[in-house]
């Protein structure tokens, strides 16, 4: 993962007992990510060492240490990441800086020898107490229990596991679900802080699970959520100390990635996108998505076809009469296509053999680098759901890093002028979101909206790709939370009895 912005950006994060597996874990990602850490601890030399080691690791945003009180006091935002013995006192002793901010508390009543049996503390939940304890002034949060802490000390590693937020106040926990979500969690809403005793008590669950079945990760992962709007982050970015951290905004970066070589037949796509990741300074991590236009795809895979070596048919001759096109050029396109609905000047509306309706079956001369360019066109790629897939799996052997791809077309549309950009593949993200009986912001149900998830993201890279000679056809995607689930771009056709246009 790589930073989302620039570390002036974003919230100081102070981590009180941080030098713990947790602590620590949390301390590196976040560094990670371009966020400035502070180590609060009683053992400054422990600190200092922890400080040097992910230094070492992550040179951008130095994480730097000090007591857990001054750590408290010059962090923006508060982690208490320590045993359940010393949950209260730590507390205590840094109450009067944690005034007005967030504590994300990770406090977990673990009573040894018997860590695998819940025991909930009298008051109901460890953190619920603390809530009491500080009163309103303070907006605490329960957050990370539940998360194997040594996943988090691997950079790069899929945390296969959610993180549920609780606490009373929802703008808290939206910051919090963004913080999890810039060091690739996937984080929930969980309710309020009552309901933090739910998560304390899975970690004791958790840790008889491991123990039980001889593993080390157990985590939990909530079914259900298809809607990834549901999962949208909402971002919470203070620029400097004082700012209302009440201010919510969403944000999705779209980002061109450079120095991508003209592609030709054969070439490696997962070694363009790569080499074009690191050359933007950026580094993949999962939840990406990944926007490839067609016509690097289609070159890759030499779906070249000389025109030279066309012999159009009679129907290919009739038709281009009235198009006013070469017949070799429309002999491709009935080759490409299962239907021919609109003939006129200069445009042929087929139904694609991959089933979208579109001009031309997407043949074009455009951006085509051949030495005799009148003689050359490119077609769509044989199968691009199929090529998502198989780069999909490609990056995640080589970077462990899941990601979901989309390779997108410029499309008109019946209904408006211009052309925008499409999916024509996809693979590892919702293409299609199915709203229908989720509540309006009034509570009533919706009766008939889907969205095109695909097709607005195809549409925003599209912007940053150009349609002429930018040369950036990759658009790398981030910050858009989503439930990965198998889906392709077929299922963005309208079927023929329900499209009123054919």
């Known amino acids: 993962m790589a930073p989302a912005t620039g570390s002036a950006a974003l919230p100081s994060i102070a981590i009180l007992g941080g030098t713990g597996n ?61 045993p359940y013995a010393a949950q209260r006192s730590t507390v205590e002793e840094v109450r009067d800086a944690l005034e007005g901010k967030i504590l994300i508390d990770t406090t977990v009543p673990l009573v040894p020898p018997k860590v695998a049996r819940v025991q909930l503390p009298e008051a109901g939940s460890a953190v619920a107490a603390i809530q009491r304890l500080l009163g309103e002034s303070v907006k605490v949060v329960s957050a990370f229990q539940n998360v194997p802490a040594h996943l988090l000390q691997e950079l790069g590693h899929e945390v296969d596991c959610d993180v549920l937020v609780c606490g009373d106040d929802v703008q808290a926990r939206e910051t919090v679900i963004a913080l999890a979500t810039d060091i690739g969690l996937r984080a929930l809403h969980a309710g309020p802080i009552a309901n933090s005793a739910a998560a304390e008590a899975l970690t004791s669950i958790l840790i008889s699970i491991n ?52 592609v030709r037949p054969g070439h490696d796509l997962c070694e363009t996108i790569l080499n074009a990741v690191a050359r933007s300074g950026e580094e993949l991590r999962s939840g990406d998505v990944l926007v490839l236009a067609q016509k690097i795809v289609s070159k890759a895979q030499g779906r070249f076809v000389d025109l030279d070596q066309v012999t159009p048919s009679p129907r290919a001759l009739e038709l281009a009469k009235v198009v006013e096109k070469d017949p070799r050029v429309i002999e491709l396109i009935l080759r490409e296509s299962s239907e021919v609905l609109r003939v006129r000047r200069d445009v042929l509306v087929v139904v694609h053999r991959l089933g979208f309706v579109m001009a031309n079956a997407g043949i074009d001369f455009s951006n085509v680098d051949a030495e005799q360019e009148d003689s050359r066109v490119l077609l769509l790629p044989a199968d691009p759901d199929g090529e998502c897939g198989r780069l999909r799996a490609a990056l995640l052997e080589r970077v462990g890093a899941s990601i979901a791809v989309i390779i997108n077309d410029s499309h008109g549309r019946a209904w408006r002028n211009g052309t925008v950009g499409v999916a024509i593949g996809v693979s590892g993200i919702p293409a299609l979101l199915d709203l229908r009986g989720k509540p309006d912001l009034f509570g009533r149900a919706l009766r008939i909206t889907q969205v095109g998830l695909a097709d607005e993201l195809a549409a925003a890279a599209s912007l940053l790709m150009g349609q002429a000679d930018e040369g950036t056809p990759i658009v790398l995607v981030r910050g858009l939370s989503y439930a990965q689930q198998g889906s392709r771009a077929a299922d963005l056709v309208r079927p023929k009895e329900l499209d009123l246009f054919r």
């Not at 690791?57 to 320590?82: E, F, K």
């Open 22 to 82: 947790e602590g620590s874990g949390l301390a590196l990602r976040w560094a990670h990510a371009g966020y400035r850490v502070i180590i609060g601890s009683r053992n400054a030399e422990k600190a200092a060492q922890l400080c040097t080691r992910i230094n070492e690791r992550v040179a951008a945003t130095p994480v730097s240490h000090a007591s857990n009180r001054d750590a408290a006091a010059a962090g923006q935002i508060v982690v208490l990441s320590v």
């Open 211 to 262: 123990s039980r079945y001889k593993v080390s990760g157990a985590g939990i992962r909530i079914t259900g959520l298809d809607n990834p709007q549901t999962l949208a982050v909402a971002a919470v970015r203070p620029t400097e100390p004082g700012l209302d951290t009440a201010v919510v905004r969403r944000e999705l970066r779209l980002i061109a990635l450079g120095g991508v070589p003209l």
